[in-house]
Every structure is written in C-alpha cells, then in structure tokens.
Nanobody
Framework: QVQVVESGGGLVQAGGSLRLPCAASGRIFSGYDMGWFRQAPGKERELVASINWIGRSPYYSDSVKGRFTISRDHAKNAVYPQMNSLNPEDTAMYYC????????WGQGTQVTVSS
C-alpha cells in the first residue's frame, strides 16, 4: 500500500521543540526527494523543508531556515524534521510527501504553538 504516516505533533510553548517522524512505504521513499509541508488555517499548503534521496542538499523555506533541520533514515524509510525555536506562526497541520508531491497525502499531524 502506498502511504505516508505522520506523527509527533502536539501542543508546545513558544521556544520549544518538536520532532515529527514520517514513515513511508518503500515505494514512496526509495529514490525520491522527500519533503515536509504545512498548512495553516486559511492558507495554502507550503513546502517548509526537503531533502534529496541521498540525504543531502536540504532545502528550507525562509520562514523556518535556521530553526528546522530535516534528515532521513533509509533503514526505516523515515524522514524527520527537527523543529526548534517554535513560534505561534508555526502552528499548522504538517504533512510529509515526496518533493514534489506525487502520492496521496496522509492525515498529517497537528502542531500548535502557544505564545
């Protein structure tokens, strides 16, 4: 089955940190760049971080640069953003997918940052 499963979200205070595991089936993960996307209420879904197949050349949007770090674990078919110095503007539903997205979206994981 072709799927991604996001987890790790929750409520965190401003300045806190979260790590969001994304597990993907091998057909999605192997050989593809992977990205983390987010969608805040009333806004379009946006790419915030991505990493290429061999785990290099990470991309970060300006809004998260210097605070988020993306990595991938080939043995686990998993991709992780480490999110530090969170602020209320980071509140959103977070999703992972190939970059660019080509497979059905998962349910996402909600991140809420309180001020």
């Amino acid at each position: 089955q072709v799927q991604v499963v996001e987890s790790g979200g929750g409520l965190v205070q401003a300045g806190g940190s979260l790590r969001l595991p994304c597990a993907a089936s091998g057909r999605i993960f192997s050989g593809y760049d992977m990205g983390w996307f987010r969608q805040a209420p009333g806004k379009e879904r946006e790419l915030v971080a991505s990493i290429n197949w061999i785990g290099r050349s990470p991309y970060y949007s300006d809004s998260v640069k210097g605070r988020f770090t993306i990595s991938r674990d080939h043995a686990k078919n998993a991709v992780y953003p480490q999110m530090n110095s969170l602020n209320p503007e980071d509140t959103a539903m977070y999703y992972c997918n190939q970059d660019p997205p080509r497979v059905p979206w998962g349910q996402g994981t909600q991140v809420t940052v309180s001020s």
